[in-house]
C-alpha cells in the first residue's frame, strides 16, 4: 500500500514572491508535499477578511519536485479557502502561515493576513502555525528561525493541536536567541494611527499609520516581554473568543 506523504498547505500575507515564504518552503518541503497558495501582491492587515463581492483567480506559478505554487488576487484568508476547494488533493495535514516579515505579537494578531491563514485552517480543523520575524525588511534574514521553525513543524505533524487552536510563533531580530517562552499576549494599543495630508490639487487626504505602545511592559509572561528580551514568543491562540469569565456577570442583568 502506498504511504502518503504529509500534505502542507502555506500562505502569508506579503504575496507568493517574498523572501519569507519563499524561505519557509524551502525549511519544510522535505515534511511532505508542498502546496503555496499566496496572494499575488502584499495584503498585510487584512486579518480575516474574505472577498464577498470581488471575482477570484488562481495563476499557477511554478511545480517542482513535491512543491507547487499558486497565486491568488484575494486576501490570505482566500488563498486558504480556494486552496482547499480547489487545489488540494485531500485535506491537508497542516497549514503554515508565514514567515511573515514583521511581528504579530500583541493585538496584531487581530489584524495579521498571516493569522488569518492560521485562523481559517484551524477554523476548518487542520493544525495551523503562523511563524513571524521582527523584521519588515524585505531581504531579511530567516536563517536563525529554521531549526526551531523544522522542530515545530515536525511536532504538530506528529502530534496534531487541540481542535479550536491554533499557534502564533513570533522570534525578535536576533542570530541567536536566548530561549522559547510559552506566553499570552500582551495587552497593547496603537494609538496616533490617522496622518492627514493635503494634496496640491486642494483636496485632503489620510494615510494610516499609527504608534504601538505595549500597556503592560513589565509583566513576564507576554508576547511582547519575550520577544524585547531575545525570547521566541509562542502563543497558543483558540478560535473560541466567548469571554467566559463575564457570563455570570451579564447573566445578572437579567434582561
Known amino acids: 500500500m502506498e504511504i502518503k506523504r504529509p500534505l502542507l498547505l502555506i500562505s502569508n500575507d506579503d504575496g507568493y514572491q517574498a523572501k519569507g515564504i519563499r524561505e519557509l518552503v524551502e525549511m519544510v518541503s522535505d515534511f511532505g508535499d508542498v502546496i503555496v497558495c499566496a496572494p499575488d501582491s502584499a495584503r498585510s492587515g487584512f486579518s480575516c477578511a474574505f472577498s464577498a463581492t470581488t471575482p477570484l483567480q488562481l495563476i499557477h506559478r511554478e511545480k517542482r519536485e513535491g512543491v507547487e505554487v499558486w497565486s491568488c488576487n484575494g486576501t490570505p484568508t482566500d488563498c486558504v479557502k480556494m486552496a482547499l476547494a480547489e487545489l488540494v488533493p485531500r485535506k491537508p495535514d497542516m497549514v503554515i502561515g508565514g514567515i511573515n516579515h514583521g511581528d504579530n505579537a500583541s493585538v496584531n494578531t487581530h489584524y495579521s493576513g498571516t493569522m488569518g491563514v492560521t485562523i481559517e485552517g484551524c477554523m476548518k480543523y487542520i493544525p495551523s502555525v503562523a511563524f513571524s520575524l521582527c523584521d519588515h525588511r524585505d531581504?531579511?534574514?530567516?536563517?536563525?528561525?529554521?531549526?526551531?521553525?523544522?522542530?515545530?513543524?515536525?511536532?504538530?505533524?506528529?502530534?496534531?493541536?487541540?481542535?479550536?487552536?491554533?499557534?502564533?510563533?513570533?522570534?525578535?531580530?536576533?542570530?541567536?536567541?536566548?530561549?522559547?517562552?510559552?506566553?499570552?499576549?500582551?495587552?497593547?494599543?496603537?494609538?496616533?494611527?490617522?496622518?492627514?495630508?493635503?494634496?496640491?490639487?486642494?483636496?485632503?487626504?489620510?494615510?494610516?499609520?499609527?504608534?504601538?505602545?505595549?500597556?503592560?511592559?513589565?509583566?513576564?509572561?507576554?508576547?511582547?516581554?519575550?520577544?524585547?528580551?531575545?525570547?521566541?514568543a509562542i502563543t497558543p491562540t483558540q478560535i473560541d473568543v466567548t469571554a467566559y469569565s463575564a457570563m455570570d456577570l451579564i447573566k445578572s442583568w437579567k434582561l
Open 139 to 232: 531581504d531579511a534574514d530567516f536563517e536563525p528561525l529554521r531549526l526551531l521553525i523544522r522542530t515545530i513543524t515536525a511536532r504538530v505533524l506528529d502530534e496534531g493541536l487541540p481542535i479550536g487552536v491554533c499557534l502564533n510563533v513570533n522570534f525578535p531580530l536576533l542570530q541567536q536567541f536566548k530561549g522559547v517562552k510559552v506566553c499570552r499576549m500582551a495587552k497593547g494599543t496603537w494609538g496616533s494611527e490617522v496622518t492627514k495630508c493635503h494634496h496640491p490639487r486642494g483636496y485632503d487626504y489620510w494615510w494610516m499609520v499609527g504608534q504601538y505602545t505595549n500597556d503592560e511592559p513589565e509583566a513576564e509572561d507576554t508576547d511582547n516581554w519575550a520577544l524585547n528580551h531575545g525570547y521566541v
